[in-house]
């Protein structure tokens, strides 16, 4: 194979290729090849079901291959998005009710702290955690 290229259709982040697919020798039959694709978000968006749907089309000398993936939603999450206690607690008092979201998880081998540490490797920060009862709860917050 030769001569590859990818395209993106519009999608829910505006995600698109920065740079052309490089690739640099032919592909013989049954050959495989790493490569890194940078990405950015600069397209127009239009909200695909589900949401982080990402439509692809990849185009080599002899056809036209279509398939979808989906985006991790944490690759859009910045590190930076720990938020201070205060302002926290302050945007928490704004959330409606109905607008609120709680999640439980079920049969985890992991305590509160690790379940803390893998979070924040996908740039969910922990805000405040506590025990209710047994159970830890913990307030979490991201920015994308």
């Given at each position: 194979?030769?001569?590859?290229?990818?395209?993106?259709?519009?999608?829910?982040?505006?995600?698109?290729?920065?740079?052309?697919?490089?690739?640099?020798?032919?592909?013989?039959?049954?050959?495989?090849?790493?490569?890194?694709?940078?990405?950015?978000?600069?397209?127009?968006?239009?909200?695909?079901?589900?949401?982080?749907?990402?439509?692809?089309?990849?185009?080599?000398?002899?056809?036209?291959?279509?398939?979808?993936?989906?985006?991790?939603?944490?690759?859009?999450?910045?590190?930076?998005g720990k938020m201070k206690d205060q302002v926290f607690l302050a945007t928490w008092k704004d959330i409606p009710n109905e607008k609120e979201?709680?999640?439980?998880?079920?049969?985890?081998?992991?305590?509160?702290?690790?379940?803390?540490?893998?979070?924040?490797?996908n740039n969910i920060y922990t805000i405040a955690k506590r025990n209710v009862e047994g159970q830890d709860i913990l307030y979490q917050s991201?920015?994308?």
């Amino acid at each position: 194979m030769t001569d590859l290229a990818i395209q993106f259709n519009k999608n829910s982040f505006g995600v698109i290729p920065s740079t052309p697919l490089a690739i640099p020798t032919a592909l013989m039959p049954n050959q495989s090849i790493d490569v890194s694709l940078p990405l950015h978000t600069l397209d127009p968006v239009m909200k695909i079901e589900p949401l982080n749907n990402l439509q692809v089309a990849v185009k080599n000398n002899s056809d036209v291959f279509y398939f979808n993936c989906l985006i991790p939603l944490n690759v859009g999450f910045v590190e930076d998005g720990k938020m201070k206690d205060q302002v926290f607690l302050a945007t928490w008092k704004d959330i409606p009710n109905e607008k609120e979201l709680q999640f439980q998880i079920k049969e985890s081998h992991l305590n509160a702290d690790a379940v803390s540490s893998k979070l924040q490797n996908n740039n969910i920060y922990t805000i405040a955690k506590r025990n209710v009862e047994g159970q830890d709860i913990l307030y979490q917050s991201l920015t994308h």
